[in-house]
């Protein structure tokens, strides 16, 4: 007996059937109905709170992430990164079980903070919260205090803790709340009236391209300005390859996040990644306080440099004014590749943002734009930036919506491609057009986390890929006598 022979289905679905199904889900009759539904969300375009949290936990010094709650659901973060990265993620989880559900987690809590402090040695441990915690009501400050009183953990040891429940709200903001609480807990009775330590704190936000922050400390070593980057994973998740596993590569030294309440300046280059974080911090840190779109693109990245220049009093180098030229020059020369062209877009609102600038400045269209968490004030700001265009002229904002709308959008408004990461390529087959890989997650192809998207040459980064694979595909569907030497 053959497996084909072995299977009985439990409904035989005529062939006709499936034909008709699958020409009706790409017509406008469905796309009406698919845009009415309420109670049901598909594919969405972002991940749950506590893997935000996660990854501002990997951003520092020593630090352990500790799940409070299931051991699948750590597993959940951790496998999430080790695809994106293709690199340890070491995190732990009090692993509650059913036990945990009726009595409450301290136990799990208090067992799971004396292994990890006795056996993995972290200077910080920053816990928080999955769902099963967050439905029952546990009370992790009076866990912790516990926890202390009973010396599993020194009393003055860094226990920063955030509650982040699955169900609600993105992993943006669960970067937001854990940001917070470490800085909350790390500068806590640091700040002296006085003390200036003449330093920027920049804060990138939830932002997986380890590429990104080597682009922004490169650019700041070129300024020649000091600065703490809270929380800087470039070696969390892009350490060298040496024989020695280290289990805390990298991250912002502790001490520097201590002082940074005696800042200079405070600049978040992502303000929707951020938001509480910021406000907290435009009440406590001292000196000057600045928010400011992700530097994707010239305009933006210009008006990066220029704030930094003037609140540190320091000309812009001749080195980055050249970039800034071979950035142009690069538009210049491949404009007639992307200009005129429809993009469909996802993802977080601050790199969002930052397509939807890059598109408009190359003349293309960022013709579908779909945030699945957002807010009006983010749908106020992209719809600004389409009216200061002519290119934007048609092009329309989705806010909470899926990529299961996405597709519908595509099939009956088509466009040249799409960008988003690596959950549209089901839809974009479907489309028959291009996806560029930008954002978070990417499980399916390597190295792009590597590549910075931000500044001048980020700006270079994207308009290759992009314009060398329109570029592609003229090659590969045009016939014989328009198989050209020169594009």
């Not at 020369?333 to 601050?350: N, R, V």
């Not at 579908?368 to 968490?373: A, D, R, V, Y």
């Not at 910075?452 to 570029?471: D, E, R, S, V």
Request: include cysteine; aromatic fraction near 10%; charge should be negative.
């Amino acid at each position: 007996m053959t497996a084909e022979a072995a299977v009985k289905y439990v409904t035989e679905i005529p062939e006709e059937e499936v034909s008709r199904v699958s020409e009706w889900i790409n017509s406008e009759e469905y796309k009406e109905k698919n845009f009415a539904r309420q109670a049901l969300v598909i594919n969405p375009a972002h991940a749950c709170q506590p893997l935000g949290a996660e990854l501002a936990a990997h951003g520092f010094e020593g630090t352990l992430p500790f799940v409070h709650g299931s051991q699948g659901c750590a597993s959940y973060y951790r496998s999430t990164f080790n695809r994106h990265f293709r690199e340890p993620a070491p995190a732990v989880s009090d692993s509650m079980t059913e036990d945990g559900a009726v009595f409450g987690g301290q136990n799990n809590l208090h067992e799971g903070l004396e292994n990890a402090y006795t056996i993995y040695k972290p200077k910080m441990m920053a816990i928080f919260t999955s769902c099963m915690p967050e439905v029952i009501g546990d009370d992790l400050t009076a866990f912790i205090k516990n926890a202390r009183n009973k010396g599993i953990v020194p009393q003055d040891y860094p226990l920063p803790y955030a509650n982040t429940p699955s169900f609600n709200g993105s992993h943006v903001h669960g970067y937001d709340a854990m940001l917070l609480s470490i800085l909350q807990t790390l500068t806590e009775g640091k700040k002296i009236e006085g003390r200036c330590t003449g330093k920027l704190n920049l804060i990138a936000g939830f932002d997986a391209n380890t590429g990104n922050y080597r682009e922004y400390k490169r650019i700041l070593k070129e300024i020649g300005i000091p600065y703490t980057l809270l929380a800087d994973i470039s070696e969390s998740f892009d350490s060298p390859l040496d024989g020695t596993y280290r289990a805390y590569p990298g991250g912002t030294p502790l001490e520097d996040a201590a002082d940074s309440i005696n800042g200079k300046v405070t600049l978040t280059v992502a303000p929707y990644a951020s938001a509480k974080t910021f406000n907290w911090i435009k009440d406590n840190f001292s000196g000057k306080h600045i928010s400011m779109p992700t530097p994707f693109g010239v305009e933006k990245t210009d008006q990066l440099l220029m704030t930094l220049a003037k609140e540190f009093g320091k000309p812009i180098p001749e080195s980055l004014k050249a970039e800034r030229g071979r950035a142009v020059d690069a538009m210049t020369d491949a404009h007639q590749y992307i200009h005129g062209k429809k993009f469909a877009l996802y993802g977080d609102p601050d790199y969002l943002i930052g397509y939807v600038t890059f598109l408009l400045e190359m003349g293309a269209r960022p013709y579908h734009i779909l945030c699945s968490k957002g807010t009006k004030k983010l749908e106020k700001e992209l719809q600004a930036l389409l009216d200061g265009s002519p290119y934007g002229a048609g092009c329309k904002i989705y806010i909470n919506k899926d990529l299961w709308h996405m597709r519908s959008l595509l099939m009956t408004d088509p466009v040249d491609a799409v960008i988003g990461d690596t959950h549209g390529k089901f839809m974009a087959r479907d489309a028959k057009v291009p996806l560029f890989r930008f954002g978070f997650p990417i499980f399916d192809r390597v190295n792009l986390h590597r590549m910075p998207l931000i500044g001048y040459q980020g700006a270079i980064n994207m308009l290759t890929t992009i314009c060398n694979k329109f570029i592609d595909i003229r090659d590969e569907t045009c016939d014989d006598r328009n198989f050209e030497m020169m594009r």
